[in-house]
Each structure stands twice: as C-alpha cells, then as structure tokens.
C-alpha cells in the first residue's frame, strides 16, 4: 500500500469516525459522554439508557425511543392475542411485542426436564422499577415455558439497585439454579452505585412464585457479589457453578471494572478484570480478585469450573482502542488450582490481528458486534483440555468494516502453556459470529454455535444459527445443523430495528442433546396494543441431538 492510499484510507475513517462521534443537538455534557461510553460497555446498559433519556439516543432511533419512554410511562400493555410465529421454537410468553435478546441458557444434568434461559427482556420497560434481565423456567426440557419474570433488584449502598441485563444462568448438580445480571440505575448508570447481581432459586420455587414481573419470591437469595467504586463501573459479568476441590461446591463471577473519564475521548481510561468466588449458598465471597493484572483495556471474560475441580478464566485484552488506532485483540488464559482462589501465570491464547472491533460492523448489518471469545474444559485421554472459539474478520476494509467473518477454534492440553494452531469451523461463504461452545460431560461430543448469513448469498444479511458437532480428541467438526428456517431478518424489530441483537447467545450440550437459545423475528404481534401485527424480536431455544 503506497503512501497517499495510506493516507487516504485514514481520511475517510476519521470522517466516519467523526460523523459518527457527533453528539445529539441539545445533549448536556454528562449526556456527550454517556455517548461516547454507551459505544463500549454492554448494550442492554445502551438501550436501557436510551429509553431513559430518549433525547441522547442516536438520531435515528430517538423516535423510537421516545415513544417507548411514554409507553413505559402510560403502563401500556399489549394486547391479549395469540401471536403469529413460522417458527415454533419461541421460549417467552410475551403478548406485548417489546424485544428479548442476548440469551443464556441452563439445564440441570440430574434433572435434564430443568430448562433455565435468561434475556434481556424489554418488557422490564412496563416494571416500575426498570428491572431488565428476564428469566425463563421450562419443566419439560424446554419445549414450552412453565413461568417467567424479571430478576428483582439487589441491595446496593442501601438502595435497591434494579437489574439491567446481561444474562447468565446455570445450575449446579443438584439442580440449584443461579443467575446473574449488571445492576445499575438505568437513568444514570455511570455514576450512580452499580455491581454485579448474582441469584439462587429451586425449579420449584421458581415453579410456584406469581412471575410475571420482577418478584422477590421467586428469587430469594440474591446479592451484589461485587460492587463498583465511585467513579467505577462494573460490567459483562459471567458466572459458573461446580465443585472445586476442598472448597466444596462454588460459585466464580467475573467482570470488567471501567474507570469512568467523562473528558476521555471513550468515556473511561482503564478497563480491567476481576473475579470473585462465593459459597454456594452465596452467604459469603471473597474481595475481588485481580485477572487482568497488567492489561489496561479489556473486556468478554469467561470462567468455568472444570471436570478436575480448577477454575479456568478467559478474556481478551485490547489494543489500539485507546489509542484510538487500529484493534487487536489478544485472548488471555488463567487458571487456578482446584479448591484455590490463586491464579496462575497468564497464557495467550492467540493474538488476533482481524478481530471484529469495538465500533466496528459486520459489513452488510447494523447490529452493535464486537469478537467474543468463548470456552470450554473437557477431560481428554485423562488430561483437561481446554478450547476457546471466538469470531474474526477475514478482511477488515478501513479497520472498521468486517467481512467474511469466521468462527476459529484453538485448544490447549496443558493449561495453557501451548495451543493448536487455530482451525476454522465455519465455511468460506458469509458472515459467521456469536460463537457460543458447552461440552456435553454426559456424552462424547461438543457443541459449538453460532450465528450465520451463509444462506444470503447475495447479500449476507439475513441470519441463521448454525450448530455444529465436534469430535474433542481432534477438534474437528464431524456434523453440522441448520437451526432456522427461512432465515431471519434481524433488522425487522419495529422498536430496536438492525441495532441491537444482543452481545452473545448460548448452547448448552447435555446427554447427546444441544438445547441453542438465541434471538429472532419470526413472531408477529402488535407493539404495546398499537398498529399491526408485524414481526419482531423474540427469544427462541431449539433443541437438537448432537
């Protein structure tokens, strides 16, 4: 590449850059800096704001937003009428037409009939408290949805702080069933006190509460396991439940811990993970613990309890987003002893140099994207071998536009020390992205899916979820399975239109069976009792054998 090509390449990205950049007419300082950090962190903090403050949402979709505000205000409700759906697999009883997306899902090994999903669940507009994280019970392996609600708010400073999204859910070999979610107030979330929500419930309390709203029944054992420093703000938890050594059964969370700038240019200065380990009783944890101990900007981890009793936690440092240059990604490995709270050194995974960027787009969609490692531990020939998919660009046109995105795979048989060289699961045509991995301890394979528009092949725009089988003494791929038909249109949501799908979803890999939870508009339905029923965003789970 000459010199003026360079040059010319950069001018144009720092127009966009700057299109982009503009604030709304009107908006206060706080609000520009909301912009700015809203980019960042998870979109249901994004969203929810928006709704809160419709004056600062991107142009575009102020209307929107406006009128959901005075929807939410009105107490609308939808109306009672049986939805339209092509396809079956919807696990919500929404009869209000808002959107769920960013699923999680469980299932209790001992009792596989224990279905658990969570959402972001913007039906949480309607709750008087603005509680966002949905949560959703089946009792028949998930063919259908025995009761819902909202996770209630937790105690924070004295406050009752509401829930705000970024699901995750698990169960434990018994069949308790844990939760987590951010917990931040939705009108002012970078300033105001804010931590990470994780909760405890039974199948049969979960069964028997009333449900439908953000009941304090149905989860009676919640806690903020970690809680933000003024001027901090904690967010993209993940939690994991198992036995770990001498320490008995357990319960890791882990974060990003923003330090809030509202004169940077991104809003904060230094992102860094943490982790915290519970009883499994969540009666007591221990201060958070430093992950990321010399990376200045990250975000995505992933902690897992494995089969052996050690804890394994994955993420990604960034580089060049601070520095507002060109990204890179780099995937980071720690793991602790079974039973201990002491990690050790940090192994890198892989140095990816086309990851999907932060303010980056998958070339023909809209949706807010970002690369998002995701891993799994499984014993291999006696040995815990652990592997870590995550999505990157094959071409990255401006540093900005991804195309040709492809789901990778790498694997370590000791602890990280070494890795495969990554393998690409996905095929050469479309966009592939969201990779979700679950190892089914009761059987021989792996699960692996994801989102992909392979089936547009003019447009790669229209999306299907994929579910692909892996053999885990080689890695590779011996099944594939299309989820979906027809393909969705992911823009078609009448109140998030193309922007938010979402950050993540999840498969889960029990007894030879992959139940994959995940986002899409086959279902129409009024919006909040107005207009036509039209499709729009809902949560389907899909259940297949491996």
Same mark, same amino acid.
């Given at each position: 590449?000459?010199?003026?090509?360079?040059?010319?390449?950069?001018?144009?990205?720092?127009?966009?850059?700057?299109?982009?950049?503009?604030?709304?007419?009107?908006?206060?300082?706080?609000?520009?800096?909301?912009?700015?950090?809203?980019?960042?962190?998870?979109?249901?903090?994004?969203?929810?704001?928006?709704?809160?403050?419709?004056?600062?949402?991107?142009?575009?979709?102020?209307?929107?937003?406006?009128?959901?505000?005075?929807?939410?205000?009105?107490?609308?409700?939808?109306?009672?009428?049986?939805?339209?759906?092509?396809?079956?697999?919807?696990?919500?009883?929404?009869?209000?037409?808002?959107?769920?997306?960013?699923?999680?899902?469980?299932?209790?090994?001992?009792?596989?009939?224990?279905?658990?999903?969570?959402?972001?669940?913007?039906?949480?507009?309607?709750?008087?408290?603005?509680?966002?994280?949905?949560?959703?019970?089946?009792?028949?392996?998930?063919?259908?949805?025995?009761?819902?609600?909202?996770?209630?708010?937790?105690?924070?400073?004295?406050?009752?702080?509401?829930?705000?999204?970024?699901?995750?859910?698990?169960?434990?070999?018994?069949?308790?069933?844990?939760?987590?979610?951010?917990?931040?107030?939705?009108?002012?979330?970078?300033?105001?006190?804010?931590?990470?929500?994780?909760?405890?419930?039974?199948?049969?309390?979960?069964?028997?509460?009333?449900?439908?709203?953000?009941?304090?029944?149905?989860?009676?054992?919640?806690?903020?396991?970690?809680?933000?420093?003024?001027?901090?703000?904690?967010?993209?938890?993940?939690?994991?439940?198992?036995?770990?050594?001498?320490?008995?059964?357990?319960?890791?969370?882990?974060?990003?811990?923003?330090?809030?700038?509202?004169?940077?240019?991104?809003?904060?200065?230094?992102?860094?993970?943490?982790?915290?380990?519970?009883?499994?009783?969540?009666?007591?944890?221990?201060?958070?613990?430093?992950?990321?101990?010399?990376?200045?900007?990250?975000?995505?981890?992933?902690?897992?309890?494995?089969?052996?009793?050690?804890?394994?936690?994955?993420?990604?440092?960034?580089?060049?987003?601070?520095?507002?240059?060109?990204?890179?990604?780099?995937?980071?490995?720690?793991?602790?002893?079974?039973?201990?709270?002491?990690?050790?050194?940090?192994?890198?995974?892989?140095?990816?140099?086309?990851?999907?960027?932060?303010?980056?787009?998958?070339?023909?969609?809209?949706?807010?994207?970002?690369?998002?490692?995701?891993? /799994? =531990?499984?014993?291999?020939? &006696?040995?815990?071998? @652990?592997?870590?998919?995550?999505?990157?660009? +094959?071409? !990255?046109? %401006?540093?900005?536009?991804?195309?040709?995105?492809?789901?990778?795979?790498?694997?370590?048989?000791?602890?990280?020390?070494?890795?495969?060289?990554?393998?690409?699961?996905?095929?050469?045509?479309?966009?592939?992205?969201?990779?979700?991995?679950?190892?089914?301890?009761?059987?021989?394979?792996?699960?692996?899916?994801?989102?992909?528009?392979?089936?547009?092949?003019?447009?790669?725009?229209?999306?299907?979820?994929?579910?692909?089988?892996?053999?885990?003494?080689?890695?590779?791929?011996?099944?594939?399975?299309?989820?979906?038909?027809?393909?969705?249109?992911?823009?078609?949501?009448?109140?998030?239109?193309?922007?938010?799908?979402?950050?993540?979803? /999840? =498969?889960?890999?029990?007894? &030879?069976?992959?139940? @994959?939870?995940?986002?899409?508009?086959?279902? +129409?339905? !009024?919006? %909040?009792?107005?207009?036509?029923?039209?499709?729009?965003?809902?949560?389907?789970?899909?259940?297949?054998?491996?």
């Amino acid at each position: 590449m000459t010199r003026g090509s360079r040059l010319a390449r950069w001018s144009v990205l720092a127009l966009l850059l700057a299109l982009i950049a503009l604030p709304a007419h009107g908006v206060d300082k706080q609000g520009k800096a909301a912009t700015r950090q809203l980019g960042r962190f998870s979109q249901s903090v994004a969203t929810r704001y928006w709704i809160a403050n419709p004056d600062q949402a991107p142009e575009a979709l102020r209307g929107r937003f406006q009128a959901a505000h005075d929807a939410a205000a009105r107490g609308a409700r939808g109306a009672l009428a049986a939805p339209g759906s092509v396809l079956g697999d919807r696990f919500n009883r929404d009869v209000t037409g808002l959107p769920q997306n960013e699923e999680s899902v469980a299932v209790c090994r001992s009792r596989p009939n224990v279905v658990l999903g969570g959402t972001n669940d913007y039906r949480g507009l309607l709750d008087p408290l603005g509680n966002l994280t949905g949560w959703h019970l089946s009792l028949n392996g998930g063919r259908s949805v025995a009761n819902e609600g909202l996770l209630p708010p937790v105690e924070i400073g004295g406050a009752d702080v509401p829930s705000g999204g970024d699901p995750v859910d698990v169960a434990s070999a018994r069949c308790r069933l844990y939760a987590g979610s951010l917990n931040y107030d939705p009108e002012d979330p970078f300033h105001r006190p804010n931590g990470i929500g994780v909760y405890r419930s039974s199948p049969a309390t979960l069964a028997a509460c009333p449900g439908g709203g953000a009941d304090p029944a149905c989860w009676p054992t919640r806690r903020a396991v970690a809680v933000a420093a003024p001027g901090h703000f904690l967010d993209k938890e993940w939690i994991h439940v198992g036995r770990s050594g001498a320490a008995g059964t357990v319960v890791w969370a882990t974060y990003t811990d923003f330090t809030i700038d509202d004169a940077a240019p991104l809003g904060f200065t230094r992102a860094e993970i943490f982790a915290v380990r519970c009883t499994a009783d969540l009666a007591s944890c221990t201060a958070p613990i430093p992950i990321s101990v010399d990376d200045q900007d990250t975000q995505f981890s992933d902690v897992t309890v494995g089969p052996d009793g050690r804890t394994y936690i994955t993420w990604v440092q960034i580089r060049g987003e601070l520095e507002q240059t060109a990204q890179t990604f780099v995937v980071k490995l720690r793991v602790a002893e079974p039973g201990s709270t002491t990690f050790g050194p940090e192994r890198v995974v892989h140095v990816e140099e086309l990851p999907i960027p932060f303010g980056g787009l998958l070339h023909a969609n809209d949706f807010r994207i970002a690369t998002y490692p995701k891993h /799994e =531990v499984r014993i291999v020939a &006696g040995k815990p071998r @652990v592997f870590v998919v995550w999505d990157a660009c +094959r071409a !990255r046109p %401006l540093d900005t536009v991804c195309e040709e995105s492809v789901v990778k795979l790498s694997y370590s048989t000791n602890l990280g020390a070494s890795w495969s060289a990554p393998r690409r699961l996905s095929p050469a045509v479309g966009e592939h992205y969201f990779p979700t991995i679950s190892s089914d301890r009761a059987g021989g394979r792996i699960a692996v899916a994801w989102f992909t528009n392979r089936s547009d092949r003019i447009f790669h725009n229209r999306q299907d979820v994929e579910l692909v089988t892996l053999n885990p003494a080689t890695g590779a791929a011996v099944r594939s399975q299309r989820l979906t038909s027809p393909s969705n249109e992911p823009e078609a949501d009448p109140l998030l239109g193309g922007v938010f799908i979402g950050d993540y979803i /999840e =498969v889960f890999a029990h007894r &030879g069976t992959a139940w @994959v939870h995940y986002n899409a508009n086959y279902t +129409r339905m !009024r919006l %909040l009792e107005e207009g036509f029923p039209i499709a729009q965003q809902d949560n389907y789970l899909t259940i297949r054998s491996l």
